[in-house]
């Protein structure tokens, strides 16, 4: 059985001798069950394992209960502690200050249970887990699968990767499009959208939240101003919601929107944004194009190859702790920029059809970057970039 590097990191935690909840957060589809479920195999500690799927809303007792169980678990057992597992844990009303009252009476009762909470509304889980558990946790963020990942797993050839992206899920489906992309559709955009956005967050507008997904989908690797995109827009809204709506999709692991780099916080966030998907799978989902005809069309075959650098980066950022950007001065342009403290890396995605601008050197006189790299012809060969931790580029 395929385990991803994830495992390790889990395990590893789990077997050190401190308490601490431990947070696995990640879009939908991504393996957070299927992780957890492997990590429990292989462990000898007692366990307890619930979800909070198919739980009202409402029923805040729920956490009690499980935790009630698990510590009857751990008194009838020979074993010194017991892992709880709670998955989808923002489903439940008010579960932080829930978690936070069991967690603290346990540690005044010297009950050593450890806890491993699951979720996959990244809004949700960072407001509760500031607001209420401040100490008490670590976060460990899983991203959509890598191209290394999805090869080894499923035998996927770079050219499927770029255009198939990396949902196990579907792996199986690739070779019959309508069906591919019916299945994307139903069971993890629709799926996200109406369950960790729409259920679990007040959306005024859900047509112009969904609107907002197809048309940023379509564009992604492009630089494309919230004014421009209004028009093809068939709900009214302005650029302040539109935002808002590009912040929860981000926050669902689905679609994001890049801010320019200008060394100036106020700046970024005053720039149009670079809409960028976290899966390949959605742009071609969306953009019902064809894989063989996308192949052969350079200059079409060239979004994607971009989309997929974004893809790797971004899914990249929020576990490794960098921040990625893009670059534009008038007709002068930079792909991607990574920012890790002081420390800045310009990235400029090279495929067989696009035009190079003097981005890079006008990008270098101006901010004098760690690192500037080229990535595919005349650079390090795509294939080699989506292997790798793009931590490695400072």
């Not at 729920?62 to 709670?86: N, Y």
């Not at 009214?236 to 929107?257: C, M, R, W």
């Not at 190079?356 to 760690?370: A, D, I, L, Y």
Request: hydrophobic fraction near 40%.
């Amino acid at each position: 059985m395929f385990e991803r590097s994830y495992i390790k990191q889990v395990r590893e935690r789990l077997a050190e001798p401190r308490r601490f909840i431990q947070v696995i957060m990640g879009p939908r589809q991504v393996g957070k069950t299927t992780l957890i479920n492997q990590v429990l195999k292989t462990i000898a500690t007692p366990y307890l394992y619930q979800s909070a799927d198919g739980v009202t809303v409402s029923t805040e007792t729920w956490i009690e209960q499980v935790w009630e169980s698990a510590r009857l678990r751990l008194r009838v057992s020979d074993a010194d502690e017991l892992l709880l597992v709670i998955d989808e844990v923002q489903k439940i009303s008010n579960w932080s200050e829930l978690v936070k009252l069991q967690w603290d009476n346990d540690t005044l009762a010297g009950i050593s249970i450890k806890v491993v909470l699951l979720g996959s509304s990244r809004t949700l889980i960072q407001r509760g887990l500031s607001e209420s558990l401040a100490g008490r946790f670590e976060i460990l963020h899983l991203g959509h699968w890598s191209y290394t990942e999805m090869q080894q797993a499923y035998g996927l050839s770079l050219e499927q990767y770029i255009f198939f992206g990396g949902y196990p899920g579907a792996a199986s489906l690739i070779h019959d499009e309508v069906r591919w992309r019916s299945y994307i559709r139903d069971s993890f955009v629709e799926t996200s959208i109406s369950s960790d956005i729409l259920m679990l967050t007040r959306v005024d507008k859900p047509s112009l939240l969904r609107q907002l997904f197809d048309v940023g989908c379509t564009y992604s690797g492009q630089i494309v101003s919230f004014t421009k995109i209004m028009g093809q827009l068939h709900d009214a809204g302005n650029t302040t919601t539109l935002s808002h709506y590009l912040q929860l999709l981000s926050e669902s692991g689905l679609l994001g929107g890049l801010s320019k780099y200008a060394g100036n916080i106020i700046r970024k966030r005053n720039s149009s944004p670079k809409f960028q998907v976290f899966n390949n799978a959605l742009m071609s989902a969306v953009s019902h194009v064809i894989f063989d005809s996308t192949v052969q069309d350079a200059m079409l075959w060239g979004r994607w190859v971009e989309s997929a650098v974004g893809a790797h980066l971004i899914n990249c950022a929020a576990s490794q702790g960098y921040n990625l950007y893009y670059w534009r001065d008038g007709n002068n342009e930079v792909d991607y920029i990574l920012e890790r403290g002081h420390e800045v890396v310009a990235l400029e995605v090279k495929s067989g059809a696009k035009i190079r601008s003097r981005g890079m050197e006008v990008f270098t006189e101006q901010f004098k970057p760690k690192r500037v790299l080229m990535v595919g012809s005349q650079g390090i060969a795509l294939d080699e970039f989506l292997s790798i931790n793009p931590m490695e580029l400072f």
